[in-house]
């Protein structure tokens, strides 16, 4: 069945440091793929997403590009802030099946000190 | 566009009753899915329904349901709870095709005691 793979955290950054948070999935056929994040006591949000390979989701700094050849979909920012402290995660959603279902990965906490 | 609107946002219930939580999509939206997140397991897929017909379904035992109205709002109800059930339960709405996002509301935290 579906999968997907991202790193552990806890990851602990400083204000302004480069953040990489790596993803892989496992799928049949070509699944959208998300970034959701997650805030203390609140439901997810979704940060950003790509539907086709080498698609580049990118919002509030954050990127993801869409690698079929390495099903990877790792997430990255330039310079974080403190605000971006919360939990990610990475997530699929098969394009076909008749159905929609969102697979997700175990998330990866990040914080950011000042 | 008001979001997704889930009821109530706390739930504190004892061993053997039964729960009922709500979900209110986006509107427009005629997918709504339930998911379980718990600090061991995740996030969990537990079912789908669209246009009132359940689609697809998690692997959950019978004493969990849901069911979606013509109007979209969709509830899920827990019976006989057991102390596990303890989780944040979490419904989407997506625009119904695969692969499209799903938009997720704030979540009914649930406690069993």
């Known amino acids: 069945g579906d999968s997907v793979t991202q790193m552990e955290g806890p990851v602990t950054l400083s204000e302004e440091a480069f953040l990489t948070i790596n993803c892989t999935y496992t799928a049949t056929g070509y699944p959208s793929l998300f970034w959701y994040v997650q805030y203390p006591g609140e439901g997810l949000q979704l940060l950003l997403k790509?539907?086709?390979?080498?698609d580049k989701g990118s919002n509030k700094g954050f990127e993801a590009t869409y690698r079929k050849e390495t099903t990877s979909f790792h997430l990255e920012k330039g310079s974080v802030q403190v605000s971006d402290s919360a939990v990610y995660f990475c997530a699929l959603s098969p394009r076909s099946g008749g159905y929609q279902k969102v697979t997700f990965g175990t998330g990866t906490k990040l914080q950011v000190i000042p | 566009k008001a979001g997704v609107t889930q009821t109530p946002r706390y739930l504190i219930k004892t061993r053997g009753q039964q729960v009922t939580l709500s979900c209110s999509p986006i509107?427009?939206?005629?997918?709504v899915s339930w998911y379980q997140q718990t600090p061991g397991q995740g996030l969990q897929f537990l079912f789908e329904?669209?246009?009132?017909?359940?689609?697809n379904k998690g692997n959950f035992p019978g004493r969990f349901s849901g069911r979606q109205f013509s109007n979209s709002r969709s509830e899920m109800n827990v019976s006989t709870l057991e102390l596990g059930d303890s989780a944040l339960y979490l419904c989407?709405?997506?625009?119904?095709?695969?692969?499209?996002?799903?938009?997720f509301g704030q979540g009914t935290r649930l406690t069993v005691v």
């Open positions: 989407a709405s997506s625009a119904g095709g695969p692969g499209t996002e799903a938009f």
């Open positions: 790509a539907t086709k390979a080498d």
């Open positions: 329904y669209f246009s009132e017909t359940q689609r």
């Open positions: 509107s427009g939206h005629r997918s």
